[in-house]
């Protein structure tokens, strides 16, 4: 890791290195380029005192590193000319050309918009960045060597700016880099923000792998003996490397999986670097036959590499002599794209690297747009590009065989959803190595995977938005339900939006009202206020988004009329204030909680109970809690209030003959009657019937009855109760 206080690259040092690299680069257009960058920033600096156009020039120098090509470095010198400088975008393009332009233009940041937030902003700049990234990935490689610089002469910035760009440099860019290859930006990165961030664990890990010195030289020893080896095994002329984990990847495994020092078996390895796939796995077995491997050790990246196409062989052995260390295995094709990743298709261009697996590098960019497209919330894109640029992946197999990767955390509907749209639209449940599982169970490495699917008209839940956690499967969730429920969409939306308003104590006056949601729906750029509640009741866009716009729109209706007559929120007699549904005698706007002993619902006979603390508990009458309900005073009357549109949960206990497919045809009827399914679960008993669970959400006992009648008639069900 660069130490903080790196002292400026010169210009002439950069050219030197340039024409060392034998690369057949343009001088006369990099040496134009940086006359002008130099012209541009005369007179400015960095926080640290030094010239600002030395932080182009060190930027161009990273790149250079990586082999990029001469369009490249002329951006990289000119990337901040736009941003900071009087120069425009069509003066760089006369001068450089459009390609050049585009470089510029994708890296610079959209600092003379004004938004709503600093999330907002940083989400769109990294849109637009992301959009730039999926035309050229040169933009993404000369915004992570700046942000690498930017990290490297940190200690320049406010304690305060130090923090943040450290946090989003782990959340988003470190990320980036480990998606697409490059490992040594990745670490890096990820080892300055550490030392920002943490700047203690960062000291002790150091001390530790010091202390660990003579372990490092032990490793290197053991490499002579394995290249004998493999030599008396035909296996000649292997590179073999020595390398210590990095800081931040030893800090995740103490300090996050809470495992010490010594349990970390990984901090030294050796690297071994062949000619062919076959001398790989020969040096595999030569290994394992020389030393102990460790269980669950051994992962083959060959096979089945990585998202970002990494490929190698780990394996962990035990010495002799008790030292555990870790082997990785692979050819020079493999380790040129594990250190240079997307670059290596202009370091090595003899074919190391061709277009297509360019392109199939770049697939996750151009997913990860096409998912936000619809999205009205730019939150959404910087959620989930910390959520799925995270570098832990599972791997999962269909039945056939065929591998998905998904990120850690990922359920079965998000599987279903990553084999197709059509698929995860009709998905009823999941077997998991031939079990029935639940809707949300989380898929782990090495499972298979089989999905059983409904009638073709079957649609996803809402409450599946939920549950997934991949962007594919809840923008396919949205677009199905903007496809196909326009209406009740914007039914869904509109209640969702009066329930939040009358929690906020927001009371618009019915003549105001649709002028008011029409403004709203206008800031946020859409047509119509029935286009922003079917937005709402798809998912495009979410409540605590908009409320602040009608809040701003409300204050300005109170303040242009009367506030104390026209638009003050009326008061409601406390023995007619509903909470939750339901109107409780003698007490108004009191905390409500439903009794999960006997699960009232709409309908039912009903009776509250004071507790301490947690407001009144509603119950059945004839719950056998309730049996003294007519002579403590902490009991008192309730009803349902009128009209009421709650949802309510309910538990069905279903016992049925056990046979192939009951588990389907249940959940395909819940499904096809639109019942939000909360838990499914089926066991088989000792008298070889079978005994299935479900909770699910239900407006009242009329609905429940309905729903209890149309599972009766499914075959083989001997008899429903509710618990």
Not at 228 to 243: K, M, T, W
Not at 449 to 473: C, F, M, Q, Y
Not at 521 to 529: D, E, K, L, Y
Not at 550 to 571: N, R, S
Request: negative net charge; glycine residues 6%; charged residues 30%.
């Amino acid at each position: 890791m660069a130490a903080p206080g790196v002292k400026p690259i010169s210009y002439e040092a950069f050219r030197q290195a340039a024409e060392k690299s034998g690369r057949p680069y343009d001088f006369e257009k990099i040496d134009k380029a940086y006359a002008l960058a130099d012209d541009a920033h005369k007179g400015q600096v960095r926080r640290s005192g030094e010239a600002y156009v030395s932080h182009p020039v060190a930027v161009a120098m990273l790149l250079l590193d990586l082999g990029l090509d001469t369009d490249t470095l002329v951006a990289a010198l000119l990337h901040d000319v736009v941003e900071d400088t009087a120069y425009t975008l069509e003066q760089v393009a006369s001068g450089f050309g459009k390609d050049v332009a585009a470089l510029v233009d994708g890296v610079t940041k959209l600092g003379r918009i004004q938004f709503s937030s600093m999330e907002e902003q940083q989400a769109e700049n990294l849109r637009k960045m992301l959009l730039a990234m999926s035309k050229d990935v040169r933009v993404m490689l000369i915004k992570l060597c700046d942000r690498l610089h930017n990290m490297r002469t940190a200690s320049a910035w406010p304690e305060q700016k130090q923090r943040d760009k450290a946090l989003e440099t782990m959340e988003v860019y470190a990320p980036i880099a480990h998606r697409l290859g490059i490992a040594g930006i990745k670490e890096e990165l990820e080892d300055l923000s550490l030392h920002i961030l943490d700047p203690i664990g960062y000291d002790e890990i150091i001390e530790l792998l010091g202390q660990k010195a003579k372990a490092q030289e032990y490793v290197e020893s053991i490499a002579a003996a394995i290249q004998e080896r493999l030599a008396e095994n035909d296996v000649h002329d292997p590179e073999i490397r020595s390398r210590v984990k990095s800081v931040y990847s030893i800090y995740r495994k103490m300090f996050v999986q809470n495992r010490s020092f010594e349990e970390i078996y990984d901090k030294y390895a050796l690297r071994i670097i062949l000619d062919t796939i076959p001398e790989c796995y020969t040096a595999l077995g030569v290994i394992h036959d020389m030393y102990h491997p460790l269980p669950n050790r051994f992962k083959d990246y060959i096979s089945t590499p990585k998202p970002n196409m990494y490929q190698s062989l780990h394996t962990t052995v035990i010495s002799h002599e008790g030292v555990a260390f870790e082997i990785q295995i692979r050819t020079h094709e493999m380790e040129q794209l594990a250190e240079y990743g997307v670059a290596a298709h202009w370091k090595y261009k003899a074919g190391v690297q061709g277009q297509d697996k360019l392109e199939e590098r770049l697939a996750w960019v151009r997913q990860l747009l096409e998912s936000q497209r619809d999205s009205e919330d730019s939150g959404d894109l910087l959620r989930h590009i910390k959520s799925e640029l995270l570098p832990e992946q599972v791997y999962v197999f269909t039945p056939k065989g065929d591998v998905i990767d998904l990120p850690s955390g990922a359920t079965v509907i998000d599987f279903a959803y990553a084999i197709h749209s059509a698929v995860g639209n009709r998905m009823v449940g999941a077997k998991v190595n031939g079990r029935i599982v639940p809707i949300d169970h989380k898929v782990v490495t090495g499972e298979v995977i089989d999905v059983l699917t409904g009638s073709v008209d079957k649609g996803p839940s809402r409450d599946w938005l939920n549950i997934v956690t991949t962007s594919e499967a809840r923008s396919k969730i949205r677009n199905w339900f903007k496809k196909e429920r326009k209406e009740e969409n914007i039914t869904e939306g509109k209640t969702a939006l009066d329930k939040e308003l009358r929690r906020s104590l927001v009371s618009i006056p019915a003549g105001d009202y649709d002028e008011l949601m029409e403004t709203v729906a206008r800031r946020q750029r859409m047509n119509s206020a029935e286009e922003m509640y079917g937005a709402i009741g798809y998912g495009g866009i979410t409540i605590a988004r908009l409320m602040p716009k009608i809040k701003e729109e409300y204050a300005k209706l109170v303040k242009a009329g009367d506030p104390a007559e026209t638009f003050a929120i009326p008061p409601k007699p406390k023995q007619q204030k509903a909470s939750e549904g339901v109107i409780v005698e003698g007490l108004g706007n009191v905390l409500i909680k439903f009794a999960k002993c006997c699960n009232p619902l709409p309908g039912d006979d009903i009776v509250g109970f004071i507790t301490r603390g947690y407001g009144v508990s509603i119950h059945k009458r004839d719950c056998h809690n309730a049996s003294e309900a007519n002579t403590s005073p902490r009991w008192v009357e309730a009803r349902w209030a009128e009209g009421v549109q709650e949802s309510f949960t309910s538990t069905l206990e279903i016992t049925a003959l056990d046979r192939d497919r009951l588990f389907v045809d249940v959940s395909s009827l819940l499904a096809d009657m639109r019942v939000p399914v909360y838990s499914l679960s089926a066991r088989r008993t000792s008298d070889g019937k079978a005994a299935m669970n479900a909770m699910i959400g239900i407006r009242n006992t009329e609905h429940l009855n309905n729903v209890i009648a149309r599972l009766r008639r499914i075959k083989d069900v001997v008899d429903i109760t509710r618990s």
